[in-house]
């Protein structure tokens, strides 16, 4: 049975270099969160991005939920591969760096399609289903102490055959360190543990980053 290839930082590079290139508002924002500190780490890797973009042009997407927006790379990543009626929802509780992803949506002319709501991410999917709004792709970064309840309030809100991607769900490894029993750890493994029992999605767990699980409404 074959294996995956350990991923280090020279084999990270060659693949980024060959790689779909990077649009230069993409690039402005990986250099801006370098200069953030440790919290740069809740930005999505190079590789995730070329992967969301791939899977919305395969699949389709036209409409996309952003659960976590950070200063905007994920979203922006994702907007660039919609069509032009596409349409982003992108939720977070953070103004002040909603407000940083908005401007660089702006110099990326995707302002249009990106929708920014500043609170409460449940608050915010309370509202959604309500409304009765649907979705073709939804894309959990948020905090891992409700991605239970994130992802369960997605189901409300994504069309059959839809995708929810959650990210971090291997956590840097910690999930299979039996030393790590952080609330996060804890959260993110019970997570894991609730989707692959779940018979309302057949999901995976792709190590992307730090981890991609995918999920498709059945």
């Given at each position: 049975?074959?294996?995956?290839?350990?991923i280090?930082?020279?084999?990270?590079?060659?693949?980024?270099?060959n790689s779909?290139?990077?649009?230069?508002?993409?690039?402005e924002?990986?250099?801006?969160?370098?200069?953030?500190?440790?919290?740069?780490?809740?930005?999505?890797?190079?590789?995730?991005?070329?992967?969301?973009?791939?899977?919305?042009?395969?699949s389709?997407?036209?409409?996309?939920?952003?659960?976590?927006?950070?200063?905007?790379?994920?979203?922006?990543?994702?907007?660039?591969?919609?069509?032009?009626?596409?349409?982003?929802?992108?939720?977070?509780?953070?103004?002040?760096?909603?407000?940083?992803?908005?401007?660089?949506?702006k110099?990326?002319?995707?302002?249009?399609?990106?929708k920014?709501?500043?609170?409460?991410?449940l608050?915010?999917?309370k509202?959604?289903?309500?409304?009765?709004?649907k979705?073709?792709?939804?894309?959990?970064?948020?905090?891992?102490?409700?991605?239970?309840?994130?992802?369960?309030?997605?189901?409300?809100?994504?069309?059959?055959?839809?995708?929810?991607?959650?990210?971090?769900?291997?956590?840097?490894?910690?999930?299979?360190?039996?030393?790590?029993?952080d609330?996060?750890?804890?959260?993110?493994?019970?997570?894991?543990?609730?989707?692959?029992?779940?018979?309302?999605?057949?999901?995976?767990?792709?190590?992307?980053?730090?981890?991609?699980a995918?999920?498709?409404?059945l």
């Amino acid at each position: 049975m074959g294996s995956n290839l350990t991923i280090n930082k020279d084999i990270e590079k060659y693949i980024n270099k060959n790689s779909l290139e990077l649009n230069p508002i993409q690039k402005e924002i990986i250099s801006y969160n370098e200069k953030l500190g440790l919290i740069k780490r809740m930005q999505i890797s190079v590789s995730q991005c070329h992967f969301l973009h791939l899977i919305i042009k395969l699949s389709k997407v036209k409409k996309i939920l952003e659960i976590g927006t950070f200063t905007g790379l994920s979203s922006l990543s994702m907007s660039l591969a919609l069509p032009k009626d596409g349409k982003l929802i992108a939720l977070d509780k953070d103004k002040k760096t909603t407000e940083v992803a908005e401007n660089f949506f702006k110099k990326a002319k995707q302002e249009n399609k990106i929708k920014t709501i500043i609170k409460p991410a449940l608050d915010s999917l309370k509202d959604l289903i309500k409304n009765k709004n649907k979705f073709d792709l939804v894309f959990i970064d948020a905090d891992k102490k409700n991605y239970k309840n994130y992802y369960n309030q997605s189901l409300h809100l994504i069309n059959t055959n839809g995708l929810i991607i959650i990210d971090n769900v291997l956590w840097y490894g910690n999930v299979v360190n039996k030393k790590s029993n952080d609330k996060n750890t804890l959260s993110i493994r019970e997570f894991n543990s609730y989707i692959n029992k779940d018979k309302r999605t057949e999901n995976l767990i792709m190590p992307i980053g730090d981890g991609f699980a995918i999920c498709r409404k059945l």
